[in-house]
């Protein structure tokens, strides 16, 4: 990616729901057991939607916080990008219920489709917007309700996915500062490895499609792991070197928060010690879009993340999707 002027994230917030759902609760709802769950994925808990929510509530709180970090108004965003597969309707998007309700009235807004990549896809295109001098502040957002397309049944899914939001400001930032590189990649090829298979105009929304259960996700879980962390490495490094850097130049990984076996994996195969990425899948588990805005804003707000430290963003989604992006703070 060929940058003009440099953008970077200037504000971050999170939000979940407050209900939490451990392992023990799964474990009355579905065949399975805290210790299951535990070594195959490090989650013990994570937080679901009440009944009255929606994915744009959750969108907003995350979209506050990060605002009110950031020293910006609503009245001064450009845009407004929020990554998502889970928006409360198909029409409006999820961004426009979002600038509706922050009264961003000088904002464009739209959604973007990458599953669990789509905050490094969003983050890459509010920065171009950015750097292509078409916009001055830019609010990126991942959020998922992750929830309403859960099958409670299949314990290969409903121990691992969650709800909640990230969000970030983006502004111009020093020479230097800011988005180094993204690599963004997708392969239609692989798309039966992690799909819902109706609500689309491929297979709309009927009876038949309610009864064979075809508006939840499915998963095919060795495929993903696999793949997953072989991905995980090609993009981080890819990133790396189209940014002029190398490994020892990183001092935070923010990763996907997938799995905790894929993420542990990954670190072995870069040769990054444990201790530079950021883990809290024990207490959300899998926010697919949100997981990377969510753990970068608690990384931020723990004081993990230093004036002039260079991150890695690094992801994969259905799709499939993958990609990283590398920051310097």
């Not at 002027?5 to 709802?29: F, K």
């Not at 009255?52 to 845009?79: N, R, W, Y």
């Not at 994996?265 to 697919?288: M, W």
């Not at 753990?295 to 993340?305: M, N, Q």
Request: with cysteine.
């Amino acid at each position: 990616m060929v940058l003009g002027r440099s953008a970077g994230i200037v504000g971050t917030g999170m939000y979940v729901p407050p209900r939490v759902l451990t392992n023990h609760d799964l474990e009355q709802i579905v065949e399975t057991s805290d210790e299951w769950i535990r070594t195959r994925s490090g989650i013990v808990e994570r937080h679901i939607m009440s009944d009255d929510q929606v994915t744009s509530d959750m969108a907003f709180e995350a979209s506050k916080l990060a605002l009110e970090a950031a020293a910006v108004s609503p009245s001064d965003l450009d845009l407004i990008i929020i990554g998502t597969l889970t928006a409360d309707q198909p029409m409006p998007s999820c961004a426009c219920e979002v600038q509706r309700r922050l009264g961003a009235t000088r904002a464009g807004a739209t959604d973007l489709s990458a599953a669990c990549t789509g905050f490094i896809y969003a983050l890459t295109l509010g920065a171009g917007v950015i750097s292509s001098g078409a916009a001055e502040t830019v609010l990126v957002v991942g959020a998922e309700g992750l929830s309403r397309v859960t099958d409670w049944t299949d314990r290969g899914t409903c121990v691992l996915l969650a709800d909640g939001a990230g969000a970030a400001v983006l502004k111009p930032v020093p020479d230097g500062r800011g988005l180094r590189s993204s690599y963004l990649r997708a392969d239609g090829t692989m798309r039966d490895v992690l799909y819902i298979e109706g609500g689309g105009s491929r297979h709309p929304a009927s009876e038949e499609t309610v009864r064979k259960r075809m508006h939840y996700i499915r998963m095919a879980g060795p495929d993903v792991f696999k793949w997953a962390v072989k991905t995980m490495e090609e993009a981080s490094l890819e990133a790396l070197r189209r940014a002029g850097l190398t490994l020892a130049d990183v001092d935070l990984v923010v990763p996907h928060q997938a799995n905790i076996r894929i993420i542990d994996a990954a670190a072995r195969r870069l040769g990054i010690p444990p201790e530079k990425f950021v883990r809290n899948i024990d207490r959300y588990g899998n926010t697919s879009t949100a997981s990377i805005p969510m753990a970068l804003d608690e990384a931020v707000r723990g004081g993990r993340v230093h004036e002039g430290d260079t991150l890695v963003l690094v992801g994969f989604g259905g799709g499939v999707t993958w990609g990283a992006a590398v920051l310097v703070w």
